[in-house]
């Protein structure tokens, strides 16, 4: 079955960087598109990044743009979420999420990784 | 960015009843391939998301036949024919026609 397993969350301060990686096993991974999604205590969903099967291709929304870098080894089935110049406003669960049809829509999630920036 | 509307943002039902949730898109969600890149997931107290609609009405793996899903270009509908106790949760609805992802803001759901 298809697992993704988010690890590396943690608390940083203010300005400071963590790397979170998402291992992936049950599918194809390196078929699959993948997004980080983010999720602020009590809030909705925010979509953070997207990387394309192969890497070729990487978005991410505006709030993170130039702070955090996506990318990928398919050779590890993993993907990976680089966040510098962390901000309060970037605490959040952090899940990873796999593509299933479409260019972006998803089929599943990871169980989050709980990133806190407080000084 | 297309923004996600969702209606009503609580709802609390009696077990065995139908329940709805209304989604409004700022515009078409139609893809150039034909699909409708709507969909819907439940969020479980203490878990991630979960699938439940993919393309407006198609049922995931695994999920119950009392969920439905409806609607066309901009207006959508999430049904649930007979409300049970494991229905619980927030519901929220995402547009996948194009990035950014949006969601919309989630409906509670509760059992009275």
């Known amino acids: 079955q298809v697992q993704l397993v988010e690890s590396g969350g943690g608390a940083v301060q203010p300005g400071g960087s963590l790397r979170l990686s998402c291992a992936a096993s049950?599918?194809?991974?390196?078929?699959?598109?993948m997004h980080w999604v983010r999720q602020a205590p009590g809030k909705g969903l925010e979509w953070v990044s997207f990387?394309?099967?192969?890497?070729?291709?990487?978005y991410y929304a505006d709030s993170v743009k130039g702070r955090f870098a996506i990318s990928r080894d398919n050779s590890k089935k993993t993907m990976y979420l680089q966040m510098n110049s962390l901000r309060a406003e970037d605490t959040a669960i952090y899940y990873c999420?796999?593509?299933?049809?479409?260019?972006?829509?998803?089929?599943?999630w990871g169980q989050g990784t709980l990133v806190t920036v407080s000084s | 960015e297309i923004v996600m509307t969702q209606t009503p943002l609580s709802l609390s039902v009696n077990p065995g009843q139908p329940a709805s949730i209304s989604c409004k898109s700022s515009?078409?969600?139609?893809?150039?391939?034909?699909?409708?890149?709507l969909y819907w997931y439940v969020q479980k107290p203490g878990q991630s998301p979960h699938l439940l609609i993919y393309?407006?009405?198609n049922r995931f793996s695994g999920v119950p036949d009392r969920f439905s899903g409806s609607g066309s270009g901009t207006d959508f509908t999430l049904k649930i024919s007979r409300v049970e106790t494991e229905d619980v949760g927030v519901y929220y609805c995402?547009?996948?026609?194009?990035?950014?992802?949006?969601f919309g803001g989630g409906t509670r759901v509760e059992i009275k």
């Open positions: 515009q078409s969600l139609l893809h150039s391939e034909g699909k409708t890149s």
């Open positions: 393309e407006v009405s």
């Open positions: 995402m547009q996948s026609v194009e990035l950014p992802l949006t």
């Open positions: 999420a796999k593509v299933g049809s479409g260019w972006y829509g998803v089929d599943y």
């Open positions: 049950g599918f194809t991974f390196s078929d699959s598109g």
């Open positions: 990387i394309r099967y192969d890497g070729s291709n990487k």
